[in-house]
């Protein structure tokens, strides 16, 4: 049995966060897991209780001002110091630069897991500190093919390895015929989600008075998305549904499902929506949904940003019942390529080489 460290911001409701708690659970049933969070929000997502959970007791960083950053150091090196683990997961670009060194100068190996669109991690202040330390790594774990291909010149000295989400896939779901004539989108409302082009599209679509658009999640620009909706006229058509813990039966309830994000990393909800047997159509960004969709196969690809071409596609879907059940039975079966069983075994598989030398790591330069 190992012992397994996951450094993590916090368990809020968010993508991150769920894989976090898939990935602890995962390790958990063979190994010891220790869940260090950097943050004192109660956690949105159930543990097990075998794994234990480090906060830190000291005010938000927002409260404290510069006591915060000393004070999480503390936090950072007691939690180590404590867990004695064999290896150290790193869940967030934000955190990495302390993280790494820390884990790093108390002698720790550690895997750091890149979850964001990899264009964060070339720009601002990511693309100069990671590049830097992302080296002290074992391994830099990201989502896609593609986001390798765009990094590796910035991060040329790290040692990259891809490694998808894990998606859970119904055995049975209603036909598309069955479902409720709703257009469904989930995410974060705001920054590069880009909810605000769905909504103008689904303003334009003739057929809209037949159909619903829901929006699951919550964030910044709510409050403008909803004046936006009524502006267009269309707000008696669309629900914002907040938090919800029941996706997964929305999914199997919803026809079509809109994903209009500009960036991501890996896109969970949509692969979750292909799971899931819904209609999908997505903007090409980087990365993720072109991994995910073959055009016109399994789901439909619109060149990223281009708002025209997505209002003519998913007019297109939404007037097409038999063009909805191609795409969405073909999902299905593209889909089981990602499915949670073989993605933790390719989890399993990477841990394993990381841990080829056991017991804490040795002072004397990386492997990159």
Known sequence: MNKFCLVAVSLRAGGTERIVTRIAH???????????LLSE??????????????RPAMAPR??????????????????????????????GEPIAPVVLPVARIAGYRTVVFNRASPMASLRGVRGLLNPLTYPLADRVVVQTARAIALM???????????????IDIPLLV?????????????GTLGGSKNQQALIRAFANIEERREWRLDLVGDGPERTNLELLADELGIRSSVTFQGQRSDVDALLQDSRIFAFSSLTEGFPNALAEALAAGCACISYDCPTGPSELIEDGVNGLLVANGEQIAFETALKRL?????FQSHL??????????????????QLDHLLEGALVRSGPRERCGCDS
């Open 152 to 166: 590796r010149r910035r991060y040329r000295f790290s040692n990259f390895a891809v490694l998808p989400n894990p």
């Open 26 to 36: 995962h390790l958990s049933e063979d190994h010891a897991v220790t869940l260090i």
């Open 318 to 322: 939404v007037s097409d019942q038999g």
């Open 41 to 54: 929000s109660e956690p949105f997502y159930a543990l097990r209780p075998e794994i234990r959970v480090m």
């Open 174 to 186: 209603p036909p598309v015929s069955k479902r409720a004539r709703r257009i469904l989108s989930v």
């Open 328 to 345: 969405a039975q073909n999902a299905r079966e593209r889909i089981r390529r990602f499915a949670a069983e073989a993605v933790f075994t």
């Open 62 to 91: 927002s409260q404290a001002g510069w006591r915060w950053y000393p004070g999480i150091l503390d936090h950072l090196r007691r939690g180590l110091r404590e867990a004695r683990p064999d290896l150290v997961l790193c869940f």
